[in-house]
T-cell receptor
């Protein structure tokens, strides 16, 4: 089984809808991250969390929120989706040195 | 602030030829450096990392990278490319407190027959 899982893997939604992307990990890491990938821009950090009570904004947090429900679960929400949030979203965990990535969620906002 | 530059957006290499992907970094102290690979439809996988010591680092899948402080570079190399190496490659450095990674914009490798 994969160490970092993301659901759903693909999602098409409409402008204004609320969307939640979920991430679960079995690596036992405290640190978890949400990234967004757009062609030509690399990965941009949205939010990161060092434990259940520690949530931090990344470079592009506007329009997103997160919830760390447990050490193993970190969810990303788009409260009111807009088309320019169409992207590939990655969750990652870290032992403080290396980051381990999930397979990604491809989100399309129409 | 820490930053990473990958000057090549796309590179095409013939199968069996050698490969070098460029990465230049900006880092205040002795850097920690990473190379990740993203195969189509997949997440990122760590190829190799440099923390200290020997400046030539060996990674998985036959890749290596050389840290050159004088050039602020950490270029990725492979002596003989296979078609399965076609992917996107990202160089990364941590921020000062090592809370997060800063990624380059990536280099897409195409392998021609």
């Amino acid at each position: 089984d994969a160490d970092v899982t993301q659901t759903p893997r693909n999602r098409i939604t409409k402008t204004g809808k609320r969307i939640m992307l979920e991430c679960s990990q079995t690596k036992g890491h405290d640190r978890m991250y949400w990234y967004r990938q757009d062609p030509g821009l690399g990965l941009q950090l949205i939010y990161y969390s060092f434990d259940v009570k520690d949530i931090n904004k990344g470079e592009i947090s506007d329009g997103y929120s997160v919830s760390r429900q447990a050490q193993a679960k970190f969810s990303l929400s788009l409260e009111s989706a807009i088309p320019n949030q169409t992207a590939l979203y990655f969750c990652a965990t870290s032992d403080g040195w290396e980051q381990f990535f999930g397979p990604g969620t491809r989100l399309t906002v129409l | 602030a820490q930053s990473v530059t990958q000057p090549d957006i796309h590179i095409t290499v013939s199968e069996g030829a050698s490969l070098e992907l460029r990465c230049n970094y900006s880092y205040g102290a002795t850097p920690y450096l990473f190379w990740y690979v993203q195969s189509p439809g997949q997440g990122l996988q760590l190829l190799l990392k440099y923390f200290s010591g020997d400046t030539l680092v060996q990674g998985i899948k036959g890749f290596e990278a050389e840290f050159k402080r004088s050039q602020s570079s950490f270029n990725l190399r492979k002596p003989s490319v296979h078609w399965s190496d076609a992917a996107e490659y990202f160089c990364a450095v941590p921020n000062t407190g090592f809370q997060k990674l800063v990624f380059g914009t990536g280099t897409r490798l195409l392998v021609s027959p």
